[in-house]
């Protein structure tokens, strides 16, 4: 930031030669630290690796299920995903429709609290969403579920038969679709107030309604947003933990059946689950597990961020 | 337009929809709550014969009354702005739906939890106890203990690696580091634990549980936050006030530590603030590294700690004989756990109105 640098710092501890010490220890504390950054991101896949390790090479009999490291993940791949994915089609538009009430509808005064408000479906913990889902949601949704089960029984998501508990992979669905409501709706929320004023000015002026206004200047210019946004959402639902492991009725299996009992655990659920009375080569299972979780996310967050970069380019912002 | 948009506020919301003013026939203002009332007698009148529930009544009502506005605007006003009128329902609808969670989340837990909000909850802990009485006070102080752990290792590593993004950085090493705190933002939890448990377990050998382990996997958590806030805190500090200070012949790092930091703090302690709500209920990375105990265990680097919020999930789910006892606990756990996020989230927000730089903005 500064304007009195104008050569790069590396190599300004050597070359520089009016440099006061003290200057010269801070300097390399602070980049110290950024560099620690790298070293703790490399060390978690490192290590990650190295206790995965005696679970990868180790004979198929041995890891839990006894048919091999592959088919023990897979299910638990399949579950995280379809979790995940369950979330962030119920959140998206929901979220996209909060940001646009409280950008464009709701009364300017209250409109900040209203944010406040939903923020604070953010800062509630993890295992208290088990706790609701488990306790206020799911018996809820057992009507619903065989409501669907009854009219809607041909679709296989629906196939039943429904569960008298509620904790079904719908419900582990809709309690992350929750969680991550927030960050989505912030997000959106945020590119949309930077919709330039002349574009919405702009819509008004030539007759548009107030609907005709979001959909011509405010949906494409905060589209690369929403969509940066609901991949980051994923991203946390991909790795949400406890909320699963609590609401989650679990009996393994790879299954499309949304209402029924019997689900396919999640990654995340599944560590937390069965790590605490784990030992030896269960545990290096559930660290490979683990990784598995870690370059999903990585790449959900990669390619989140690419999106958001090309579409960057395209939005008409500049 | 210049006219109507003097507030620096969306004119889109406060703009009235363009009416034309040739166009006399037109929708009084309250025909449509008037709509939504009519829709909730209707449904109310049918309540014994459709058999509903309050939630139905209001699914009902909403879809009802909706559809009546619609019908109403379209047959007087055109399809545009019946349109419109439909999207408006809808988006509030989504809000109203969005706080159902919320409130029903906030109303269980305190209706379930206040019972057990006692002198005992406070100050006694679980053991010997079996069934009736016993507390959480190993479980708060443990949670204390670990998040100011935490807060120690990550504010010093998050606030100079800020600095050293906004201050020092250039070109790829920078654009390296800035990425990589994108990507530690979205390392799953659970990770984070497993690389605390998996660095422990080569050294120490399996089955380690230790309280440094908690926070140090709580760190990998809270760090990318630290960095993320204090570096959008820091840009926002005026290059002149820095310039000002090498005109004046005071070293970069005095700049730093006297001028920039000060004239950010409120901003910095709302983001550390903030960054410690965020972990402070973190649940998984805490059950794979800390364990729970019956017992208080004070020393982070010896053995196994009790947190509030593992406590609160082995209470749950682990309530033993007669369940009903556990599971006041665990939903009082969880009460003075969200106090406590809540509370972290209030004191950010005041420190951010009160400790704002007093420019002459």
Known sequence: MSST???PPSPAGTRRSVRRPGDRVFAGTAKGAGILILVILAGVAAFLVVEAVPALTAPAEDI???????SYVAPLVFGTLLAAVIALLVATPLAVAIALFIGYYAPRRMAQGLGYLVDLLAAIPSIVYGFWGIFWLAPKLVPFYEWLERNLGFIPLFAGPASTTGRTMLTAGLVLAVMILPIVSAISREVFLQVPSLHREAALALGATRWEMIRMAVLPYGRSGVIGGAMLGLGRALGETMAVAIVLSVSGGITFNLISSG???????NIALEFPESSGIDINTLIASGLALFVITLAVNMLARAIVNRRADFSGAN | MSQTSTAPAPTGSSAPTPRRGERARRVPNWAPWAAFAGAAVVVGALWPLLDLNIALFVLYTVVLGTLAVYLLTRSVEGSRQAIDRLVTCLVVSAFGLAMVPLVSLVWEVVSRGIGRLDGTFFNSSLVGIVGEGGGAYH???????ITALTTLISVPIGLMTAVFLVEYARGRLKRAITFLVDVMTGIPSIVAGLFAYALFAIFLGPGVRLGIMGAIALSVLMIPVVVRSAEEVLKLVPNELREASYALGVPKWRTIVKVVIPTAIAGLGTGVTLAIARVVGETAPLLITLGITTATNLNAFDGRMATLPVYAYYQLT????????????AWTAALVLIILVMGLNVVARLISRFFAPKSGR
């Open chain 1, 5 to 7: 640098r104008t050569t």
């Open chain 2, 318 to 329: 682990q309530p033993g004989v007669p369940p009903q006892f556990a599971t006041d606990r």
């Open chain 2, 139 to 145: 479980a708060i102080m443990g949670t204390l203990i």
């Open chain 1, 64 to 70: 839990p299920g006894e048919s091999g490291l592959a």
């Open chain 1, 263 to 269: 689900n396919p655990s999640t990654i995340a659920a």
